[in-house]
């Protein structure tokens, strides 16, 4: 009986180990997708009229969207694992067409965030290049670029909030 339950309990345990290795490398797929096209995040691309973010977000499961009159955006956050969120904000100018992109993974468990970061990092550099200007360090600030290129700004950043860190990329017309 005490066999039994130690092989349960292991196989449990291996079940949940190899599940969270299939979502962080599930982040740093999603991660090259999103860096691979960065003109067009989830089919939203800049210039885009709200209606249209509006018809293509219309069916979208998992995710809850917000929207801030304020600074006219739309903001989806989904949960992705119990410690991984994802957050996708869409801001609009003034003719209601989009000027910026934000996608956010947001992390509670640090650990996979240095890998997701880098290869992000890396396939940057590869497309665009050294960065053409760095953010400056702050107390929470730990890295990352800026690329201009194709009349649009590329930015990679990541940060630490106590136990919750983040790595956000960023694409902005007109700026």
């Known amino acids: ?7 349960l309990n292991l196989l449990f345990y291996i079940f949940l180990f190899s599940n969270n290795i299939s979502h962080a490398s599930d982040i740093a797929s999603e991660g090259r997708i ?5 003109d067009v995040l989830y089919t939203i691309y ?12 219309s069916g979208a499961k998992g995710w809850d969207k917000s929207v801030s009159n304020f600074s006219n955006a ?4 989904r949960k992705i694992t119990t410690k991984i969120e994802q957050s996708f904000t869409v801001q609009f100018d ?3 067409n989009v000027k910026e992109i934000k996608n956010t993974f947001i992390f509670t468990d640090s ?20 960065p053409q200007k760095a953010k400056m360090t702050g107390v929470r600030y730990r890295g990352g670029g800026i690329w201009y290129a194709n009349g649009h ?6 940060y630490y909030w ?6 956000s990329f960023t694409v902005t017309t007109n700026y």
């Open 1 to 7: 009986m005490i066999k039994k339950f130690f092989c």
């Open 34 to 38: 999103i860096i691979s096209n960065p």
């Open 46 to 57: 800049l210039g885009m009229p709200r209606d249209y973010v509006d018809i293509n977000f």
């Open 74 to 77: 739309y903001n989806f956050t």
């Open 94 to 96: 003034a003719n209601n």
């Open 111 to 130: 650990k996979d965030l240095e890998n997701v970061f880098l290869d992000m990092l890396n396939s940057l550099n590869k497309k665009y290049g050294s």
């Open 153 to 158: 700004k590329y930015e990679l950043s990541r």
């Open 162 to 167: 106590g136990k919750t860190s983040t790595i």
